[in-house]
């Protein structure tokens, strides 16, 4: 996103979704044994599932929600950020059957920078250098948090929602680099993270219409509206506010729609105020929301946390280092 709001900020999402999950588990009757399934299959089965619940057939973007009538339509967003909000659980889902561990990851920044350090013959190549550099610093930053050594990852694809400006994204820059990032001085690639040796970066519009639903395009379109409406839900949680909300609307009430619908994610991120308890949640690990900011010093980081607007319209936020 360019446009975070009341924020001169842009930002990157990552919406990190296991084509393949090994876990490992143990009964008194099998013993330690290994069991493999795929969270994408199941999370996308659910998906197309609720999209003919709800005859949805447009784009579930979060910038697309708009008036103060509840409709059917609405249903659809916020079923969706349920079924996402339950996918990043890495223990006892409400939903699916079995955990799915999926996991998002966004980083907001400032719109202005030095543009010069970064290379490039042109502004605008400049800028997108420094975009890159960006996304390869929370690309690096959420698989060290979000994994370990007992919970190891492989990346096999970046998907992308189309270019993101005068041409594709440089996966020597964003991806190769990290490789080799002792080289320049930087901290290594942690043990537990690992690319495969075809891991690439596709292009392709979100649009799920342009795609034939029996494709691999269409699958990965509607995964990357679900990466939209978290972005979306993540930044009117932590830069707008929401007002608390206690049932879901019914059709034809008069309700603010985007409160309703990031309501889910709010609750999400409000379970880090509960500190070391946190820890036994299905949720722990399984977001990281983070705001950087340059100085002569360097680059300083700071996790966003969720933003509350009382009854009286009054504002409280809170950053934490």
């Known amino acids: 996103t360019k446009d975070v709001p009341e924020r001169s900020f842009k930002g990157h999402v990552l919406f990190f979704v296991p084509v393949t999950l090994s876990v490992e588990n143990e009964t008194p009757l099998l013993g330690t044994f290994q069991e493999e399934y795929s969270p994408q299959e199941i999370f996308f089965g659910e998906l197309v599932r609720l999209r003919q619940e709800f005859a ?4 579930l973007h979060f910038s697309e929600i708009s008036g103060q009538t509840w409709k059917k339509y609405d249903y659809a967003y916020q079923k969706a950020i349920v079924l996402a909000v339950d996918a990043l659980r890495g223990k006892s889902p409400q939903i699916f059957s079995r955990p799915l561990n999926c996991k998002v990851a966004a980083i907001f920044y400032p719109k202005g920078a030095e543009w010069n350090i970064y290379g490039g013959d042109s502004r605008k190549e400049q800028k997108l250098r420094h975009d890159e550099t960006l996304l390869r610093i929370l690309l690096k930053g959420a698989c060290h948090y979000l994994y370990d050594d007992s919970s190891l990852i492989e990346i ?4 992308s929602d189309g270019k993101p400006a005068h041409r594709r ?3 020597d820059r964003i991806v190769w680099r990290l490789t080799y990032d002792d080289l320049y001085g930087k901290s290594p690639l942690r043990d537990y993270v690992t690319f495969s040796s075809d891991a690439r970066i596709f292009h392709l519009p979100s649009d799920d219409k342009d795609y034939q639903s ?8 509607n995964f990357l509206q679900i990466a939209d ?5 993540i930044m009117r949680a932590c830069y707008v506010g929401t007002k608390p909300v206690s049932r879901l609307p019914k059709v034809g009430e008069l309700c603010n729609k985007r409160d309703v619908i990031a309501q889910p994610v709010k609750e999400v991120l409000d379970k880090r105020r509960r500190r070391s308890g946190f820890r036994h949640s299905g949720h722990y690990k399984s977001f990281a929301i983070t705001q950087v900011a340059f100085s ?3 680059n300083h980081f700071q996790e966003v946390q969720s933003v509350s607007i009382q009854d009286n319209d009054s504002m409280q936020i809170s950053l934490f280092n």
């Open 56 to 59: 949805c057939n447009g784009k």
């Open 156 to 159: 096999v694809r970046i998907v």
């Open 169 to 171: 994204l440089d996966e």
């Open 214 to 221: 029996d494709s691999e395009e269409y699958m990965h379109a």
């Open 229 to 233: 409406l978290l972005l979306g839900a």
């Open 296 to 298: 002569k010093d360097g």
